[in-house]
């Protein structure tokens, strides 16, 4: 009865492989009944949420019997002042994640099709695949970076959405302004394109860009944030999209009414002008990340360039058995064999003392195995 059942779901859904999150630091603590944790696995910020916005959670308490505002119109208003574009073109979303998903669900239907890159962020292939539709997934270039030219060949008449990620998760890498925008211009317009940036904030002030400042030009063109990485909101859920106001409506017609909860909306408000938060996280985040490189390097081990707050190792052998032996002495890190990268290891870039805990276990393991 219950194989009949299940015989009869949506044919897309059943052959969905679930996403595979970082190890809850919980989770650890009850299967080894470890009570020293440090967790390098979900590119979260190590300081965790800023003051401005734990203050703001405060303030909103008495309101929690009540449901949150479903235009998100404050939040709307201060993005809409920060990145200088306007409200109309903004969908809010419980974490990027939900907007990724909304433009899929409202672009793409059985007999259409969508491209991304081999490595890119797991969340496209599921977005894609629950909606039935097909897909290309472009092989990466040697360095595992998006095939920008490939990409735009895979595209046809059947095409709907292509998603580029910008620094992309797990690889880490970064495509720069001219070749992006070169990619955009190959695009036919009536393909939806989006580029996500949830890792923008910590790109070195002499590389940054944004595709923002090209949604004037290409209508097609979606950028999507988040406030889960160098925001530290990641157990809040709260991202956005900005597009073509026509782009946004859709998207508002689909999502759920109060997708983005009264916390979280005040949350995001108060840290996006926290601008001395933000400059903290970016310097631990350098600081970090120069110290992990140094231990690889002695190490001898290689790693992708890193634009993001992690950095992807490569074990030259396979990372499970590394994995296993870091998460016993109380390390999480991120195996990503279901993004076909057996032999390598994602790595958040924590705390300075986490960091150093992390170079003397790892290379204790490497050693000892
Ligand atoms: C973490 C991440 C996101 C989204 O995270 P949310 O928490 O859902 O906002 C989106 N894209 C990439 C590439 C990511 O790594």
Redesign the pocket.
């Known amino acids: 009865m219950q194989s009949k059942l299940i015989a009869r779901a949506a044919p897309a859904v059943a052959a969905i492989q679930p996403y595979q999150p970082g190890k809850p630091i919980s989770e650890l603590a009850r299967e080894l009944g470890l009570s020293d944790i440090i967790k390098l696995a979900?590119?979260e910020n190590p300081l965790g949420p800023s003051p401005r916005a734990m203050a703001a959670m405060r303030a909103v308490e008495p309101e929690l019997a009540l449901y949150p505002d479903g235009n998100g119109f404050a939040l709307k208003q201060a993005l809409s002042r920060h990145l200088g574009v306007d409200a109309a073109q903004i969908t809010l979303?419980?974490?990027?994640?939900?907007v990724?998903v909304l433009l899929a669900e409202a672009f793409l239907t059985p007999g259409t099709h969508a491209v991304y890159s081999q490595y890119?962020?797991a969340?496209y292939p599921l977005a894609v695949q629950a909606t039935g539709a097909a897909a290309s997934c472009v092989p990466a270039t040697a360095d595992l970076g998006h095939d920008l030219e490939a990409m735009a060949a895979a595209v046809s008449p059947e095409t709907r959405v292509v998603f580029v990620?910008n620094?992309?998760?797990?690889t880490g890498n970064f495509i720069d302004a001219e070749r992006l925008r070169a990619f955009g211009e190959a695009l036919p317009e009536e393909v939806l394109w989006v580029v996500?940036e949830?890792?923008h904030e910590y790109l070195a002030p002499e590389a940054r860009y944004s595709a923002l400042e090209w949604l004037a030009d290409f209508p097609n063109l979606v950028v999507?944030?988040?406030?889960?990485?160098a925001y530290g909101l990641?157990g809040l859920?709260?991202?956005y999209a900005v597009s073509h106001p026509e782009v946004a409506d859709l998207l508002n017609r689909i999502r759920q009414p109060f997708n983005v909860n009264s916390l979280a909306l005040a949350a995001a408000e108060a840290a996006l002008d926290d601008s001395a938060f933000l400059q903290q996280a970016y310097a631990v985040n350098q600081a970090g990340m120069a110290r992990l490189s140094a231990q690889l390097d002695a190490l001898g081990l290689a790693y992708t360039p890193s634009c993001?707050n992690f950095l992807l190792v490569d074990l030259a052998r396979p990372a499970l058995p590394v994995y296993d032996a870091l998460l016993r002495k109380g390390v999480i890190v991120r195996p990503v064999g279901n993004y076909g990268l057996p032999n390598h290891l994602r790595v958040s870039i924590g705390t300075q003392d986490e960091m150093e805990y992390f170079c003397t276990v790892f290379e204790q393991v490497l050693k000892a195995s």
């Open positions: 979900s590119n979303g419980n974490g990027s994640n939900d990724l890119a962020f969340v990620a620094p992309n998760n797990p996500d949830a890792y999507t944030r988040t406030f889960s990485k990641a859920r709260v991202g993001g």
